[in-house]
C-alpha cells in the first residue's frame, strides 16, 4: 500500500524558515516523480515545486531562490526547505507522486499528474 506523510508544518514569522518531510512507503521511491503542493483557503491547489527521477527540478516562480526541493532514495524522503517565508506562503502544503517521470506525460504543476497524495501539513506566516 502506497503512503505519504508530510511533517514539519507549524508557524513561524516572516522571513523565516522551515522544512517540510515527506515520507513515503509501499514503492520504489527512486523510480517515482514527486512534487510539493499547497492550497490556501478559498483557493485552488497550486504545484510549488517538482521534482523527476533524473533529478531534474521546477518551481512555480513565487518560490524560485526561496524554496528548494530535494529527494533522498535511500530514506524514502522527499524535502521542501523554505526559506525567507512570506505571508502569502501560508497554506496547508502536501506532498504527491507518481510511478513514473514527467516525461511520459502529464505536467509536474497539475494535481491530475499525480497518483498518491499525503494528508497535508499546515505552514503559517505570521507576525
Known amino acids: 500500500q502506497v503512503q505519504l506523510v508530510e511533517s514539519g508544518g507549524g508557524s513561524v514569522q516572516p522571513g523565516g524558515s522551515l522544512r517540510l518531510s515527506c515520507a513515503a512507503s509501499?514503492?520504489?521511491?527512486?523510480?517515482?516523480?514527486m512534487g510539493w503542493f499547497r492550497q490556501a483557503p478559498g483557493k485552488e491547489r497550486e504545484g510549488v515545486a517538482g521534482i523527476d527521477t533524473d533529478g531534474s527540478i521546477r518551481y512555480t516562480d513565487s518560490v524560485k531562490g526561496r524554496f528548494t526541493i530535494s529527494k533522498d532514495n535511500a530514506k524514502n524522503t522527499l524535502y521542501l526547505q523554505m526559506n525567507s517565508l512570506k505571508p502569502e506562503d501560508t497554506a496547508m502544503y502536501y506532498c504527491?507522486?507518481?510511478?513514473?517521470?514527467?516525461?511520459?506525460?502529464?505536467?509536474?504543476?497539475?494535481?491530475?499528474?499525480?497518483?498518491?497524495w499525503g494528508q497535508g501539513t499546515q505552514v503559517t506566516v505570521s507576525s
Open positions: 504527491a507522486g507518481r510511478p513514473h517521470s514527467f516525461r511520459y506525460g502529464g505536467a509536474w504543476s497539475q494535481t491530475t499528474t499525480y497518483a498518491y
Open positions: 509501499g514503492w520504489p521511491f527512486s523510480s517515482y516523480s
